[in-house]
């Protein structure tokens, strides 16, 4: 993504647009915020317009602001087809700035997209407080309890690196939850009344679904190593399903 972002540099390819309201937004202060986002075809980089709704009795004047924003992975044109192109020389400099720079360590997961099986599993989870997690190994709970204000939320998900935090629909009961672990975006399962989704960053490719107050259940390697993962948590009567599979990094979603 840098390096596209890089090759772009400032002469984006906006396609024509005019000021519709693609998305609205709360500010600061409570009230509702237009926006319009165009993105370049070339990297994905966002020219967004953002204004507040004309009062409907009076002149209708408003003022707008404009500003370029960086795009979600996953919104980069190309980028699976850049990521193929990348050098180990280019790997390695990524490498010593995410702070490992004699290279990625051996006991992290290997990638084996290209290899891997899809893996179904099934846990019995005690839930407490309405919630359950799945974390990096070896980290800790506190990643996530309490969210903190930076976490990327929906209706029944929060995550932030290395940790995500799940809202069950009950709050202190045991649920079965089927986990669908795959190499590849599996479709999701329009049974289920609620279904969010969200990104999230594991640090080695080795996760453990994490009850709140209580046991530590370990879950495969998943099948790209470390590195961005998508979840999508199905919710509703029929009971719970987690999918992961990799994939950039994309906003959260709710009733996908």
Known sequence: MELILRECGSDHDFPPSSLEVTETETGRDGHLVNVNGVACRRCGMVK???WRPPDPVGPQRFSAIGTYERPWPADVPGLAERAALVTDSQIAELAMRWGYPNGIPRDFAPDRRASAPVARLKFALRIRAGQFALIDHYRSLGEILPVPKTADSTDLIDAVPGAVLFWPPVHDSEIVLPVLICPRAPAPDRSYESINEVSCRFQTGHIVLREIGGRILDVPPLPAGHGDYRLRFH?????????????????PKAGV
Do not use: F, V, Y
């Open 235 to 251: 919710s509703g009567e029929a009971g719970c399903l987690l999918q992961i599979w990799p994939q950039p990094r994309g906003k």
């Open 48 to 50: 967004a317009t953002r």
